[in-house]
């Protein structure tokens, strides 16, 4: 089992920058890849960005330029972020942090991001 807690989420002007974080902890050494999903109100669950256990990065095009994803490892833990920079009102959603491990897929509980004017 994997277990997923976000943070760093809040409220940012447009054109600001927010720095998300996401810890995975308990068997990570079967994590085949993590990434970032959001959900705006109304709208369905999107991919923001992902990065497999080889550094491989894949973003919507929607963020791409804008937006980094980035891993740490240690033994206890992996803590993935999502560097958010120039964001836009569009980017306001609650972000999941998500993990796939040994064909599962684990979610975090969220954190919302709200994009001001």
């Known amino acids: 089992q994997v277990h997923l807690v976000e943070s760093g989420g ?3 002007q447009a054109g600001g ?3 998300l974080s996401c810890v995975a902890s308990g068997r990570i050494f079967t994590i085949n890849a ?3 999903y959001r959900q705006a109100p109304g709208k369905q669950r999107e991919l923001v960005a992902t990065i497999t256990s080889g550094s491989s990065t894949n973003y919507a095009d ?3 330029g804008r937006f980094t994803i980035s891993i740490s490892r240690d033994n206890a833990k992996n803590t ?3 560097q958010m920079n120039s964001v836009k009102l ?3 959603a609650v972000y999941y942090c998500n993990a796939l491990a040994s064909g599962l897929e684990y979610w975090g509980q969220g954190t919302q991001v709200t994009v001001s004017s």
């Open 90 to 92: 569009e980017d306001t």
């Open 34 to 36: 993590m990434g970032w």
């Open 10 to 12: 809040g409220l940012v």
């Open 17 to 19: 920058s927010l720095r």
């Open 80 to 82: 993935v972020y999502l």
């Open 62 to 64: 929607s963020v791409k």
